[in-house]
């Protein structure tokens, strides 16, 4: 059964309870966290350009695949981006049981170490692009992706409460734009040098990691929640209850709509700005790509200042509504507007400002909200699986569908699913006053 008891909720939300808290611990958890949480975001979005980096030849892109530094087979283009959430969804389910049962802080020491070894295995790849190379590439990526995913429902949950989950958030978007920076840094530094351009650029993945790592060595212990049978039992009586049902329903399928249309613009933002033109430099690239990212940072801080003045759930609602109109928006004007290259550019900014402001919070804290503690890991692990799912959806997507229709097609249809994601925000998602009520589970 599910025991919630209002007295326990006057408690911090969200950690597995520390049998003896260290002095100071509080700025040990938040540092670890915010660490956590860059990390998960510059893990994510360094493969991008550090594919960007591989298929150019000194620096420049080249009309034939072939000529570049580090030729891709063919099944690299459209699966390697997605390996990471594949890797994701398996780690977002296990390890959020995992932190149910042995301690949240627990399982996160094990998800950090996951990220290090993948991270640290990209320095060590063949000289050369051969079929090795990739498969090696893909298995650390897909390593490093489940170090990611349990690192979502985990941190999340002994960040504290929904405002300081948001707070925590934050720190995920400079991890976004960070691998962009790196890149411009050895651009300039080592020019030319496609093999250590990249291999720096996924391997630094590994420092955040490093540094979350030994902050939360010093952090209080987790008390042991109780036998796997015991969690596992309670966990099924819990899913029988209706209005948890729609609860789950509401927080994992508005997080998987919006990884549909997030993951399948962010992680494709290399290829997106070649409709500003074909045959500019990688310098140019990053230094756009910088300009476009950077717009998530005041648009995150923005959504951690509304979200204790609007709620959760409106900051969702609100949020899908915004990113379809602008969707909407840019899909219309393509055609219209080809020609018009600063005011696509406007509207691309416009929409990079839009994915990070309202449902990037709201989805992450949600969870953290609605579901009672003693499974908090567990569905918040299974609400982020779902949306690393529609994040593998996206990145599997946006190449086939833009080939097939071009550009207009993939954000008519980022419309489309962030105007689902609006409509189920509404219908499925509990009252603002929720966490009063948790007890009636």
Request: glycine share 10%.
């Amino acid at each position: 059964q599910v025991h919630f008891l209002a007295g326990r909720m006057a408690t911090w939300y969200g950690s597995a309870e520390g049998s003896k808290p260290l002095p100071n611990s509080g700025w040990l958890r938040a540092f670890a966290v915010g660490c956590s949480n860059f990390s998960i975001q510059y893990n994510y979005q360094c493969a991008s350009i550090a594919m960007a980096i591989m298929a150019t030849h000194g620096d420049r892109h080249v009309s034939d695949p072939a000529a570049a530094d580090f030729p891709a087979a063919p099944w690299v283009h459209k699966t390697l981006l997605a390996v990471v959430f594949a890797g994701s969804v398996a780690g977002m389910l296990f390890m959020g049981f995992l932190g149910d049962f042995i301690g949240h802080r627990r399982a996160l020491l094990l998800t950090k170490a996951l990220v290090v070894l993948g991270a640290f295995l990209c320095i060590l790849l063949p000289a050369e692009a051969s079929h090795d190379f990739w498969t090696h590439l893909a298995l650390w990526r897909f390593i490093i992706g489940v170090g990611l995913g349990g690192a979502y429902p985990l941190t999340a949950a002994v960040a504290g409460g929904s405002d300081r989950v948001g707070q925590a958030f934050f720190w995920q978007t400079p991890g976004l734009v960070a691998p962009y920076v790196v890149a411009l840094i050895l651009v300039d530094l080592v020019p030319g040098a496609t093999g250590t351009q990249f291999r720096w650029i996924l391997g630094l993945g590994a420092l955040p990691s490093v540094v979350a790592l030994l902050a939360s060595l010093q952090g209080p212990e987790d008390s042991v929640r109780g036998s796997g049978d015991s969690l596992i039992e309670g966990f099924r009586q819990a899913l029988s209850c209706r209005q948890l049902q729609r609860r789950l329903i509401g927080t994992a399928g508005s997080w998987f709509l919006f990884d549909v249309a997030a993951y399948g613009t962010v992680v494709f933002t290399p290829h997106i700005l070649s409709v500003f033109g074909r045959e500019q430099s990688l310098l140019q690239l990053i230094l756009l790509s910088i300009l476009l990212l950077s717009f998530s940072i005041p648009a995150t801080w923005l959504s951690v200042v509304a979200l204790p003045i609007l709620g959760a759930k409106k900051l969702n609602l609100y949020g899908f509504v915004l990113q379809a109109a602008l969707f909407a928006a840019f899909a219309s004007s393509y055609s219209i507007l080809n020609e018009s290259r600063k005011v696509l550019l406007t509207l691309l900014c416009a929409i990079y400002f839009g994915l990070n402001w309202g449902v990037c919070v709201s989805t992450y804290v949600l969870p953290i909200e609605v579901f009672p503690e003693e499974f908090r890991g567990t569905l918040h692990g299974v609400s982020a699986a779902s949306g690393k799912l529609g994040a593998l959806v996206g990145a599997a997507l946006f190449p086939f569908l833009n080939a097939a229709a071009g550009v207009p097609a993939v954000m008519g249809l980022q419309a489309i699913v962030c105007g689902l994601g609006a409509c189920l925000s509404y219908f499925c998602l509990p009252p603002e006053d929720c966490s009063l009520r948790l007890e009636l589970l």
